[in-house]
């Protein structure tokens, strides 16, 4: 009879031990399970907050490449902190390419403007009459040869033909541009020039 009892006991603590061991299995499965959850929650938020810090914190590397207009006659290219602005075939003028450079830096996490700014002129010489290519080095006052080889002519504007080209003394102001598009969010995707100094209704150009 005790030994009956005895085996009865053993085999209840056995039961309860099994038991234990389940639900210690089984609360081990949930603390790992939260802890994934916890862990994929916060590497969710560090990487919002990195994506959030790369679209807000001013950068000029985020704006590197070719930009255009829907028509391509205005071209931009933002190296590093360098632009380039092409306006193709000048006032309808054929082999005639205005190039307008700058130095960028953000205003704040949107806004960019140039620095130093000036403008040339690239004139293809088989594109104009001998006549006109001349009354254009001619033009002291106005323009300035920068180079010229048997196919092109490169002048550079003087601070009169600025003034008299885009009504203002310095162009600095007018290069200036915010971001309007994203892609992802994050990634520039379309930039405005808001004033009509280049261009009589602004421009806007997209990311090639």
Same mark, same amino acid.
């Given at each position: 009879m005790n030994e009956e009892k005895? !085996?009865? !006991? %053993?085999?209840? $603590?056995?039961?309860?031990?099994? !038991?234990?061991? #389940?639900? =210690?299995?089984?609360?081990? *499965? *949930?603390?790992?399970?939260? &802890? @994934?959850?916890?862990?994929?929650?916060?590497?969710?938020?560090?990487?919002?907050?990195? @994506? @959030?810090?790369?679209?807000?914190?001013?950068?000029?590397?985020? @704006?590197?490449? =070719?930009? &255009?207009?829907? =028509? $391509?006659?205005? &071209?931009?290219?933002?190296? #590093? =902190?360098? !632009?380039?602005?092409?306006?193709?075939?000048?006032? #309808?003028? %054929? #082999?005639? &390419?205005?190039?307008? *450079?700058?130095?960028v830096h953000p205003t704040d996490s949107t806004y960019y403007q140039g620095k130093g700014t000036s403008v040339s002129l690239m004139i293809t010489k088989d594109k104009q009459d001998q006549q006109t290519l001349e009354a254009i080095k001619q033009q002291n006052n106005y323009y300035k040869v920068i180079s010229e080889t048997a196919k092109k002519l490169i002048v550079a504007y003087t601070p009169e033909a600025t003034i008299a080209a885009f009504n203002v003394e310095s162009l600095d102001a007018s290069f200036r541009f915010n971001i309007k598009k994203w892609q992802y969010g994050v990634i520039p995707k379309e930039i405005h020039f808001q004033n009509d100094t280049f261009a009589a209704n602004g421009l806007r150009l997209i990311k090639k």
């Open positions: 005895e !085996a009865i !006991a %053993t085999e209840e $603590q056995t039961n309860a031990t099994a !038991a234990e061991r #389940g639900t =210690d299995y089984s609360n081990s *499965k *949930k603390v790992l399970v939260f &802890q @994934l959850c916890l862990g994929v929650i916060i590497l969710s938020l560090l990487l919002s907050l990195a @994506l @959030l810090s790369y679209r807000l914190v001013p950068n000029n590397h985020k @704006l590197s490449g =070719d930009w &255009q207009t829907v =028509d $391509q006659v205005y &071209q931009l290219k933002i190296t #590093g =902190d360098e !632009a380039t602005l092409l306006v193709e075939e000048l006032n #309808g003028m %054929t #082999g005639v &390419q205005m190039e307008i *450079k700058t130095t």
